[in-house]
Nanobody, 115 residues
C-alpha cells in the first residue's frame, strides 16, 4: 500500500523559508521518482520539483534557485526546502509518486505566505 504523508507547512512572511517533508511507504523513495506539486485556489495543480531514484532533480523556472528537493532513502522521506518565498507560492503542497501507472498523492500541507 502506497502512503505519502506531508508535513511542515505553515504561515511565513514574504522572503521567509520553510521545509516540507513527505514520509513515504517503505522502499518507495529509493525506487520511484518523487515529486512535489502545489495547488492554489482556482488554479491547476502544478509540479514544483521532482527527484528521480538516482537523485536527478527537476524544477520549473518559477521556483528554480529558490526550491530544493532532496531525499533520504533510509528515512523514506522526501524534502522540499523553500527559500525567498513569495505570496504567489502560497498553496497546498502535495507529495506525489507514480507506481504502476497510478498516481498517488498525500493529503497536502498548506503553505501561506503573507505579512
Amino acid at each position: 500500500q502506497v502512503q505519502l504523508v506531508e508535513s511542515g507547512g505553515g504561515l511565513v512572511q514574504p522572503g521567509g523559508s520553510l521545509r516540507l517533508s513527505c514520509v513515504a511507504s517503505v522502499g518507495l523513495v529509493g525506487v520511484y521518482t518523487m515529486g512535489w506539486y502545489r495547488q492554489a485556489p482556482g488554479k491547476q495543480r502544478e509540479l514544483v520539483a521532482s527527484i528521480s531514484s538516482g537523485g536527478n532533480t527537476n524544477y520549473p523556472a518559477s521556483v528554480k534557485g529558490r526550491f530544493t528537493i532532496s531525499k533520504d532513502n533510509a528515512k523514506n522521506t522526501v524534502y522540499l526546502q523553500m527559500i525567498f518565498l513569495k505570496p504567489e507560492d502560497a498553496a497546498v503542497y502535495y507529495c506525489n509518486t507514480v507506481v504502476g501507472l497510478r498516481n498517488y498523492w498525500g493529503q497536502g500541507t498548506q503553505v501561506t505566505v503573507s505579512s
